[in-house]
């Protein structure tokens, strides 16, 4: 029988893509389910003060909180995507960009955020974790002797039920064979172990360990680098 025909792209199943604001809704539900049960997206959206949220507010928060971010790196860096239906989704900042800009951050709805998450878990969010981030980045790669050429990684996800089929791993090569082109190094935080071991086997190398401590239990991240490879590294050819 002939294959049944289908309006999705064949190439969507192989390729990455860019995307940018048009599908920017799409990328931040996948990456919502790819951190569902991640220990820093908890931590954004539960303490004592959110006691009486019910589970589906504490969702659509977490989806806001994905959807401002996905939004923000279309302004202002590069949003790729691979699967028929956005299984696997990277979130990427070129060196010398941010998300801190005042139109980056009014476009893309990240003022919002001050509104939206309670008093407990906005002073982890504005007073907490971007300082760490930003201070830890700084301090990392400042050992390097240049602090801003670096090609960062903020996010990297594939949905629960698409995983093992090699996204993750198109979505990572996409991005590192442009960083060896241009001899620039990638940053990133990891935010479990497995993950470090993953990413351990496309060259990066654990740097330092954060943690969030606001909370009743410390939320640990890990800062990892891959310094740019001047020849192919066969790793890169597996997952």
Not at 55 to 62: Q, S, Y
Not at 181 to 188: A, K
């Amino acid at each position: 029988m002939p294959a049944r025909a289908s309006l999705v792209p064949a190439q969507w199943e192989t390729n990455v893509r860019v995307i940018g604001m048009s599908e920017c809704r799409e990328a931040a539900l996948s990456l919502a389910h790819a951190f569902a049960a991640d220990g820093l997206s908890l931590y954004l959206v539960t303490s004592d003060d959110t006691a009486g949220f019910s589970e589906e507010v504490k969702w659509r928060l977490h989806v806001d909180i994905m959807t401002y971010i996905v939004a923000a790196v279309c302004l202002n860096g590069v949003v790729t995507t691979i699967g028929p239906d956005y299984e696997g989704v990277a979130l990427w900042m070129p060196p010398g960009k941010s998300l801190d800009g005042f139109w980056t951050i009014l476009r893309s709805g990240l003022w919002r955020l001050h509104f939206q998450l309670s008093t407990e878990c906005r002073r982890r969010y504005y007073a907490e974790l971007l300082p760490l981030l930003e201070h830890s980045k700084v301090e990392v790669m400042a050992q390097r002797g240049v602090v801003d050429n670096s090609y960062y990684l903020l996010y990297l996800g594939t949905k629960p039920g698409a995983r093992c089929r090699g996204y993750a791993r198109k979505l990572l090569e996409h991005m590192l064979v442009k960083a060896d082109q241009e001899s620039r190094p990638v940053y990133l935080e990891s935010s479990s172990i497995a993950n470090n071991s993953y990413y351990s086997r496309f060259g990066f190398e654990l740097k330092r360990d954060i943690s969030l401590v606001r909370g009743p239990a410390p939320v640990g991240l890990s800062i990892m680098v891959r310094e740019p490879q001047t020849v192919p590294n066969t790793k890169l050819d597996k997952e």
